[in-house]
């Protein structure tokens, strides 16, 4: 259970995260909405403590997380694997080298960087790779890949640190709609088949409605919405957005709707010649 008692946020005179109480119990799939400004991020990184709060606590499984530190808090974050809109990879690295990454909490910085991993853990990345259709990429330098290529070696690298909870900030932003939905299945399919909890921030209405199965909706730091994905009609929608209402609804915006069609199992849309012979290189290289 991950608990939030009366948690606030300021930013100098600013209110980001105004007197939040929630409960996510362990295996949910969580969709954050609102529009800009509304809290949503300052959200997400209170969970891991890349903000810090300023009032009221957070707990997980009754420890408190906001009073952490050290290697405590080092391990929490280990623990509570962050998916960003940017993916935060080293381009010029090898696609596996970033997955690898994720195991830093067990190695640390230097051997991390010199590529002291085991046999174990690069067959480890290799697998957590395959689940999300990049196997056959692994020796490939990331900067080559497309964004939503990116995005799924990110969410390889957030899986190989096995978190008992995963977020994901804004993670399909800058994504066209295929891969934004190749994404969100790959996310619904780690809650799913793992039993993580995983709080996704999203800004299109599609999204949160397919494949969530709780929406909690921010309005000026405060939660202003807090129920299953049927309860959130359109009036309620646009009572949260506002000004922006238009953009949350409008089909030219990042949206996993293709054809009218929502989530399914995921569909890597990697071309599939030379895919095999990618993957047993890869594999051979272990």
């Known amino acids: 259970m991950l608990d939030f008692e009366n948690v606030t946020k300021r930013f100098g005179t600013t209110t980001a995260v105004d007197g939040v109480t929630l409960s996510i119990p362990q295996g949910q799939m ?21 903000n810090d709060s300023s009032s009221g606590k957070i707990l997980f499984g009754g420890r408190e997380i906001t009073a952490l530190k050290g290697s405590d808090l ?32 067990q190695h640390g910085f230097a051997s991390s960087m010199l590529g002291l991993f085991s046999a174990r853990e690069r067959a480890f990345a290799i697998r957590a790779l395959d689940r999300l259709g990049m196997a056959h990429a692994a020796l490939q330098q990331t900067d080559t890949l497309s964004g939503g290529q990116q995005q799924r070696v990110a969410i390889a690298r957030a899986l190989v640190q096995e978190p008992k909870i995963m977020l994901a900030d804004e993670p399909i932003a800058s994504l066209d709609p295929l891969n934004a939905k190749v994404v969100m299945d790959a996310l619904r399919s780690i809650n799913q088949e793992d039993g993580l909890t995983v709080i996704c921030n999203l800004h299109t209405l599609d999204t949160a409605r397919a494949y969530c199965d709780r929406i909690i909706g921010m309005q000026d730091g405060r939660v202003v919405f807090d129920g299953p994905a049927r309860a959130l009609t359109d009036s309620v929608a646009r009572e949260i957005y506002g000004a922006e209402a238009e953009s949350a609804f409008s089909e030219a915006v990042t949206s996993t709707a293709l054809n ?16 095999e012979e990618q993957l047993a290189a890869a594999r051979a290289a272990l």
Not at 30 to 50: C, E, F, H, P
Not at 79 to 98: D, I, K, P, S, Y
Request: charged share 20%; hydrophobic share 40%.
């Open 260 to 275: 009218g069609h929502g989530p399914g199992q995921p569909k890597m849309p990697e071309p599939q010649e030379q895919a």
């Open 30 to 50: 969580v969709g954050v909405i609102g529009r800009s400004g509304a809290g949503k991020s300052t959200l997400l990184r209170m969970i891991n403590r890349l």
């Open 74 to 105: 080092r391990r929490w974050r280990n623990e509570c694997a962050m998916v960003f809109q940017q993916f935060n990879l080293v381009g010029r690295l090898q696609v596996v080298t970033n997955v690898m990454s994720g195991r830093l909490f």
